[in-house]
């Protein structure tokens, strides 16, 4: 089982970007996923999450700004009017059941977003 992120990048204040995380590999389903985002002080925080049926959850401070979705095994984020303070590193994350039905949590490598003032 994997997890691919991309999307990441350097925009400027009020611009946005839009990141995505595709799963791939022997699994019965996904739930949730989710994306979390690291600073460099190495806070993590949960950004936003999306539910199989549909169910989506936002830190307060990206509540209007960033949408959650997802098409099958592929999640996006759309961050509409970025902040600086919006700058880390975002990860992926989703609970799998394997075939063994065996619940597991797998992580994407990170992606970089950089918002300049």
């Known amino acids: 089982v994997q997890l691919q992120a991309s999307g990441g990048g350097l925009v400027q204040a009020g611009g946005s970007l839009k990141l995505s995380c595709t799963a791939s590999g022997s699994f019965r389903s996904i739930n949730p996923m989710v994306w979390y985002r690291q600073t460099p002080d190495k806070q993590r925080e949960l950004v936003a999450k999306?539910?199989?049926?549909?169910t989506t959850t936002y830190a307060d401070s990206v509540k209007g700004r960033f949408t959650i979705s997802r098409v099958q095994n592929t999640m996006t984020l759309q961050m509409d009017s970025l902040k600086p303070e919006d700058t880390a590193v975002y990860l992926c994350?989703?609970?799998?059941?394997?075939?063994?039905?065996?619940?597991?949590?797998?992580w994407g490598q990170g992606t970089q977003v950089t918002v300049s003032s």
């Open positions: 994350s989703a609970n799998f059941e394997l075939p063994d039905r065996l619940i597991r949590t797998y």
């Open positions: 999306i539910t199989t049926r549909g």
